[in-house]
């Protein structure tokens, strides 16, 4: 099983700043397979990234996503408000399997 | 518009079952996997398994076998995840989601199903 690692665990920042979030896996995963999700208190997960690169629909170009083979990123460029919240790795190649999250929160 | 709806909140002693029911809309129920999600409190996300809605295949993940079952109604687009033999580890929230096997992702997520299991 492919155990993915995000750090940090929890990312203290302020509306308008740059928030970068990373996501490593202990073996080599395909781009292709590589997924970020956003969660907020009491909603469902909300897919943000795929491929590890291209935004889902309707998903602001403040969101990207970069990496390969072993170590990914989630970039958002400029923090709004409602970004605040959980993100979320997954990887597809081996099985299926979640990485532990970064929380967002406001500084 | 394209969504799944989970039915309502449960509580069960140690040693019984659930059954979760996810009403799909506004697709092809057919063209897609239905997966189950579940998230302890304050915990990270665990995949749990699919089943396939045109042939009722499924794939469960090893942890869960022989305690899950998934299946489907096409009839009334819906399926379902059951869990037999709780125990209180198995609290969590429990959602199902579409994969979309384009992007290898879940694209489409219900809102989810609070289960507690208590004595």
């Known amino acids: 099983e492919i155990v993915l690692t995000q750090s940090p665990g929890t990312l203290s920042l302020s509306p308008g700043e740059r928030a970068t979030l990373s996501c490593r896996a202990s073996?080599?995963?395909?781009?292709?397979?590589l997924v970020w999700y956003q969660q907020k208190p009491g909603q469902a997960p909300r897919l943000l990234i795929y491929?590890?690169?291209s935004r889902a629909t309707g998903i602001p170009d403040r969101f990207s996503g970069s990496g390969s083979g072993t170590d990914f990123t989630l970039t958002i460029s400029r923090l709004e408000p409602e970004d605040f919240a959980v993100y979320y790795c997954?990887?597809?190649?081996?099985?299926?399997?979640f990485g532990g999250g970064t929380k967002v929160e406001i500084k | 518009q394209v969504q799944l709806v989970q039915s309502g909140a449960e509580v069960k002693k140690p040693g019984a079952s659930v059954k979760v029911s996810c009403k799909a809309s506004g697709y092809t129920f057919t063209d897609y996997h239905v997966n189950w999600v579940r998230q302890a409190p304050g915990q990270g996300l665990e995949w749990m398994g699919w089943?396939?809605?045109?042939?009722?295949?499924?794939n469960y993940v090893q942890k869960f076998q022989g305690r899950v079952t998934m299946t489907r109604d096409t009839s009334i687009t819906t399926v379902y995840m059951e869990l037999n033999g709780l125990i209180s580890d198995d609290t969590a929230v429990y959602y199902c989601?579409?994969?979309?096997?384009?992007?290898?992702?879940?694209?489409?997520w219900g809102q989810g199903t609070k289960v507690i299991v208590s004595s």
């Open positions: 491929g590890a690169s």
């Open positions: 997954q990887q597809y190649g081996h099985s299926l399997t």
């Open positions: 073996q080599s995963v395909s781009s292709t397979f």
């Open positions: 989601a579409r994969w979309t096997s384009g992007w290898h992702a879940f694209d489409i």
């Open positions: 089943v396939n809605p045109d042939n009722g295949g499924t």
